[in-house]
């Protein structure tokens, strides 16, 4: 059968090599859009969405990355050199993506560990604010402050990360130092009753108040309560406060650092 | 002592020392310890107990948490009924077909309290023990399946079960009983039958606390949503 022959030109290929090339392309592209549909389908009832879109499109492409080379090999380009330019291309590219390829695996793992999502408060890589997004690459905070942070999946997978939506209630703990003149039980007691009256002090797991330690100015109390995670901020800034204002009603000191200080007389060295 | 009454136009009176009012005027306002409303085309308030789901933080509550003191260690196979009187927040509403929440204010500071661990445990509305004016009856109908004694000395229940009825114009109010039967590991509860000489607390629609809350409606469903039962798991 003659070649193919347009303006004048010879092609390389017949029409009946044509036919069976643009056969095979069909065929692999077909199979490819099947293959995404069912993949996509079953896959987000299993996995996030993106990530079975990802999945699905990949597939995808690759059914037609072959059904092109079946394509090429039937018009008489030997597939095996574009494999082998293809696999030289490949791993060239393969060491210049391999951050991308990181940052996508990590990505796939944080989907699947699931150690935040959209809308968590969170401290991650020093940045602390709420998930904006997680996609394939990168993780989308908005720090407390309100600037945007775009932080590689990489990092987010290997770093720590504080998740302060994962448990119910959290603890408040706070020092605070009275003077050495003051009792220590009235201070525990007014600190018990700020607690007893703050709605977001929890009363189960009940309210800690003990002379923790002497320190060189002052008697160091700790206070420990818990409160509802998503209030826990809300009940420590409140609960300070309130401490504060019933010390200073009951004349309750808190003291500055002191030091005595003895001056030497030269004559008494003498 | 009348404490759950009308509150009509020109009338106060004080609950659990505050004064709250239907001030006359155009148009009248109700007003408790410097916050106020004004009302248009209502001229009557009523008053009675609130569900435990508005106060400190509305909505956040599924479960109310009833302490039982002193605690009951129920033997094998044993029953007894248990009667404690728990304080509620009281709510001034509108006598209106769908009713709208005017305030909602507490008798004591309310408090909350986690059942199980910090990590993953419930977050409940902390009933206080009480008596006299304010408290609601609670009534339980405990029962063992177990083989060995049990020792209950809390017990958390969805405020979908907790059920507050009150008499008009006088003090009382109770809960629906509730059968709380021991399984070992678990506690299953039930609520029983309604009490007679007694009317249900006017509640707010969903879609009025919908918009109260500035929550989704699925949100807001998981707070209403109508459990029959509820297992406690090794809740004593």
Known sequence: MANIEILGFQLPFTYQQLYSGVVTLAFFAVLGLILRVILYRY????????????????????????????????????????????????????????????????????????????????????????????NVLSTRITSWDGVFHRIPNEKVFTTIIKNFSKTTARRVEYKIGISYKDDVDKARE??????????LALVEPGPQVFLESLGDSAQILAVRFWAPTPQWFTAKTKVLQRIKEAFDREGIEIPFPRRVVYIKDERDMA | MVLYTTLSRGSSTSIGGQRIELRDGD???????????????????????????????????????????????????????????????????????EVEYVDVFPLRTPKMAVYGRTADGLLCRYMFPGEGPGTVEVRLRIRSDCRHPVTLSRIVVPTSLFRIFYA??????????????????????????????????PLETERMLTRRMQVEPRILRTVLAHVEEFIMDRGY
């Open chain 2, 27 to 97: 148009p009248p306002r109700y007003v408790r310890d410097g916050y106020e409303v004004l009302l248009a085309g209502i001229d009557r308030l009523l008053i009675h107990p609130a569900p435990p789901i508005y106060l400190p933080i509305l909505g956040l509550f599924r479960h109310v948490m009833i302490p039982i003191k002193p605690a009951v260690i129920v033997g094998p196979k044993a029953e007894i009924e248990v009667v404690r009187r728990v304080v509620t927040d009281i709510a001034v509403s509108t006598p209106t077909e």
């Open chain 1, 190 to 199: 007014i600190i018990y009753r700020v607690i007893d009256e703050e709605p």
């Open chain 2, 168 to 201: 008009p114009e006088s003090d009382r109010a109770v809960t629906a009983p509730l059968d709380v039967t021991l399984e070992c590991d678990v506690a299953v509860i039930r609520a029983g039958d309604e009490p007679e000489d007694m009317v249900p607390i």
């Open chain 1, 43 to 134: 896959g987000v009832r299993v996995l996030p969405k993106k990530i079975a879109e990802s999945i699905s499109n990949t597939v995808f492409y690759i059914l037609i990355f072959i059904g092109v080379l079946g394509l090429l090999g039937n018009l008489g380009v030997d597939p095996t050199s574009l494999v082998v330019a293809g696999g030289i291309a490949g791993l060239a590219i393969g060491f210049a993506s391999r951050t991308v390829v990181s940052n996508l695996l990590s990505g796939i793992f944080l989907y699947i560990d699931r150690p935040i999502k959209e809308g968590d408060p969170v401290e991650v890589e020093g940045v602390g604010g709420v998930v904006e997004d997680i």
